[in-house]
């Protein structure tokens, strides 16, 4: 037992003064870290860069002050600094293994990071999974649906899959489909048609209002009408112009149809 007292204070007295060395070294680099860490998200939030490259830049340095750290308290305690690195390579190997879809993960969301297929706020859908963009992280991109529902998508499903972007320009086109009744003036529904879309506030007149007959249905005559609106008034343009054509057939006579059968019943 004496033995191992000695053996301990021993250590003690050839080691005690690099080891509080190295506590005080620990707590100043962390300290430094967290400091500097919050004046580069601070000056990076006045840019216009993205707050989902500012959250990895951010992440980045941690680990590269923790990183130098480890090495500076190494050569203190005179350990061999390659050897360490050489053995933080072979741990960050095994991890990358053991982890191989989660790494995959996080260099898709660098990717999705760098090349910005979408905002935070973008209206989006993902392989049909529509929703606007809550976050970018590195591992996940979360969206939240029109129903409040938050849907969890991996960078892999991201980057690999269909991405539409809804919100990306400034303007948008508005494509609606109406059906008059066979024998309604052809002249009188377009021009109607062109009236309610031109008396609209929101859609934009700089741009040709288009209205043109698409087809001979089985019980009606369906007619296209294509209009732009700025991107902020899509579902607003899209909800209330059907309410407005409504409105004006009725106030001019025009019937909108309903599927008619006729049936003839032969006699012998």
């Not at 003064?17 to 006045?46: N, P, V, Y």
């Not at 989660?102 to 929703?131: C, H, Q, T, W």
């Not at 007959?213 to 019980?219: A, I, K, P, Q, V």
Request: net charge neutral.
């Amino acid at each position: 037992m004496a033995d191992i007292f000695k053996q301990i204070g021993d250590y003690v007295s050839s080691y005690g003064f690099k080891i509080l060395f190295i506590l005080c070294i620990a707590i100043a680099g962390f300290a430094i870290t967290w400091l500097l860490t919050f004046l580069i998200k601070k000056i990076l939030l006045k840019t216009r860069i993205d707050g989902a490259i500012i959250s990895f830049i951010t992440a980045l340095f941690k680990i590269a002050m923790i990183v130098i750290i480890v090495l500076i308290c190494a050569s203190i305690l005179e350990l061999s600094t390659s050897g360490l690195i050489v053995s933080l390579s072979t741990v960050a190997i095994a991890v990358g293994l053991a982890l191989k879809d989660s790494v995959s993960n996080l260099a898709n969301g660098i990717l999705i990071i760098v090349n910005k297929p979408f905002r935070r706020g973008d209206y989006v859908s993902i392989n049909n999974i529509e929703g606007k963009v809550h976050s970018i992280k590195l591992l996940t991109t979360e969206l939240i649906t029109f129903d409040n529902v938050k849907i969890v998508l991996p960078n892999n499903t991201v980057f690999n899959g269909n991405v539409i972007n809804y919100s990306a320009l400034a303007i948008r086109r508005v494509d609606m489909k109406f059906g008059v009744a066979y024998g309604s003036d052809m002249n009188k529904v377009e021009a109607v048609l062109r009236e309610v879309a031109d008396d609209h506030p929101k859609v934009l007149k700089s741009i040709k209002i288009q209205v043109f007959m698409e087809s001979h249905d089985s019980s009606q005559i369906t007619y296209a009408m294509k209009v732009w609106c700025n991107n902020s008034a899509y579902w607003d343009v899209l909800h209330s112009l059907p309410r407005m054509v409504y409105d004006a057939f009725e106030k001019e006579g025009i019937s909108i149809p309903f599927n008619q059968l006729d049936v003839h019943i032969d006699k012998e």
